[in-house]
């Protein structure tokens, strides 16, 4: 997988994703420009929200946004059903989204590599195990699984972050297994056995940094992924639940008015839009620069 | 041959996995019949229905007298209107069978030719077009692009229908916002497909012998290049049902996928049991035949090399 068997290992670390920064086209550079601030979102919704999110103001119901004739100031994307500030629904919405998609994508992320290296090193009856695991996990629609899960388990964020969790963890273990074996009989790999190191001590320190740009692909395509599970789950109004919201949450609300009041669901739906579209062009950017044998 | 068992074996393992799993989880969740009947009732009747639905039995029992149901066909009866949960999930199966073909078709249709013509002019200005088309076309939330295309379609211009199945016109939205996504997907697994095909020695070969470029690429590049694209598709499959669930929501499109949405609201455990285990079934399935195709049309597979990357 990681090319030849090379007798140096290659840089690695900061120096040399910094190194491969310059030269951005501008729609990567515009997707990195929306996914910070998203992130920015993520940590200081309340601090940025012009209202309290959920704050009622029955005298400013559906209020249109910015461009459109009877719009306010107070409300620059306007109001929903019950007079709530839609901009500081959208601010805080998005931070639960976001929210639970990064600890969704990390902890399936940290599960999947962690098999998989368990996998590859112990091999026998722990890799056929795991690997049975990994199609089992392959072979269940995992959306319809978490759907009924949730709606039989009731409104529980600990199940809904497993479930988030759990789903696409067999992406990783697959790739780390399959990268672990290629990498172990490499060069580098042999010549710290040879000099005696542990075995964890090898994954770690120098297995695990040379197989780390296929995985950090595989995490930009699963981010959007888990975050149209997150969206779609609540859209169907499982997931978040008021008085709690989250983008698809906010969708689905909005899907009732489409006639009277259509942005209450299309800005939701362009936040996850973008959001998702930011990630997919980040990462067929990051894989093209990282990985050139896994073009295309 | 010895493949082919080792194959069958593990769908059989993932078939089991998946029931049982979908078993203890739906039970974990407390008393069905506590759960379904109303708060009011009393001791004797939830009794009954507790009787009535085999729920009294230990866990153990339950599941034992699942299977021996499940080997006879019998996927219990819907706590909601009695019905054979089979035969309500059956009903429902052309509709989603419908749907969801029709949203593959689109997908094949658009985007193998998609695929090829950037393959083709790769690094043009054309193929940086199609590819970033692509980009917004799987980025898209299928829900989003639903609510968009009924905003337009049925709120704007008044053309189509917005929810239902009785005709064509009630096809052409929710087919559309299944296959966008997928026609992507199938785009770009076609550039990069065909990309590796037209290096390949046979396509040199063929033009010495003096093929046309049509000819080669009908004959020799396509069905090389589609190999691989057939076998993602059938690895989509749960994908497409996932999306379906969604896609026949926001269109009211009366298939499985309601259904479930439907079972799930009033828990009704027999039907959304029933749904699981014909979904997974399916894609065991499907992914069953992809892998015996693809070994039967690349011996390398059988070796077992397979399982390194995606």
Redesign the interface.
Known sequence: ?TALPDAAPRPTGPSRVLGKLSHVPV?VLAAMVFLIAMLGVTFFAQVIQPYDFDYIDLMNRMKPPAPLAGFTWAHPLGTDTLGRDLLSRLLVGAQTSMALSLLGTVLGAVIGIALGFLAAHKGRLWDEVI??LV??Q????????A???L????NSMVVFLALMALFGWE?YA??T???V??AREQGYALAVRGLGAKPRWIYIRHVLPNIAG?LLVQLTINF?NTI?FE??LS????GIRPPMTSL?QM?GEG?DY??SA?WL??VP??V??FT??S???LG?WLRAKLDPSL?? | MRWITIKTL?AA??MW??VT??FF??RA??DPAA?LLPDDIDQATLEFYREKWGLTAPLWEQYVSYWKALFHGDFGISFRNNMDAFQLVWERVPKTALLGGTALLIALVIGMPLGILAALYKDSWLDRVIM?TA??G???????LG??L??IFS?QLRMLPSSGSGTAAHLIMPALTLGTGFAAQIA??T???M??VLIRPYMRTARSKGAGPMRRLAQHALPNASVPVVTILG?KV?EL??WA??TE??FAWPGIGRL??HS??V?D?AV?QC??II??LT??FS?MIVDLIYGRLDPRVRVGAG????
């Open positions: 997988m729609m690997m049975a199609d089992f392959a072979a269940m629609p995992w959306f319809i699984v759907l009924a899960v709606a039989f388990m009731g992406g697959r790739i297994r399959g990268l074996i290629a296929p959007p149209l969206t779609s859209f169907l109004g499982l698809g969708l899907r489409l006639i259509w669901a299309v739906g362009a996850i839009f998702t579209l990630m997919s062009i067929d073009e295309g | 593990r393992l993932t996995l998946v799993f979908v989880v739906l969740t407390g759960i970033t980009v917004f799987f980025s898209m939330p299928n829900f989003f609510i968009l009924i905003l709120l770009r697994y550039r990069s497909s990309i590796e690895f749960g049902l996932g669930v969604v929501t926001v479930l949405t799930v609201a828990r455990l959304v749904i699981m979904l997974a894609m065991v992914n399982t390194a990357s995606k």
